[in-house]
């Protein structure tokens, strides 16, 4: 869990530090489309802001809501009421953690009985992962609350200001797809 906490706080510094170039970069230059680079620097900005926000939220939320869980540890509960039975490799790998952070998260989670570890038929070094009949309610609270969250951060747009913000967003997340693709 520190490892996930120290990781986003360095995403966040670098990230930070990236905006920051970006807007010296951009006070720096004297090109003729100032006015467009001014625009895609206030959407990158907004962006990261909107979503650093919505994160505090829900964070907030989670803490209220059910207090003796961490983010982390409710984002394995959901990954696996979502992928019954996946092994801990294939749950380190989805989650970009290191299998010694997930050991330990896993570990709590045992304690705690919500989350079972079993043996792999067929793999004998490896576990399944199996939630218990307590971790179905935490979950499910957990969905209502990313529901409720969700259906929030909608408050005083239209279904088609929704519907253009999505698409929008849905060719921005394509684009930087298209880039990573291109680039390996």
Known sequence: MLQLTRRDQADEVNTQRLLRH???????????????TEENYTIARSLYETAQLWRERYERELRAQLPNLTVAQCTVLIYL????????SALAQFLDIRPSTLVRLLDWLEAAGLVTRMPDPHDRRAHILVLSAKARP???STHS??????DDLQLGLS???VRRLHVLLCRLRSTFADEQTAET
């Open 22 to 36: 970006a807007t010296v970069t951009h006070s720096a230059s004297s090109s003729d489309d100032g006015d467009e």
């Open 81 to 88: 009421a979502q992928h019954e039975g996946a092994n801990q």
């Open 138 to 140: 935490v979950v499910a």
């Open 145 to 150: 609350m990313i529901s409720r969250s969700y």
């Open 159 to 161: 279904k088609a200001e």
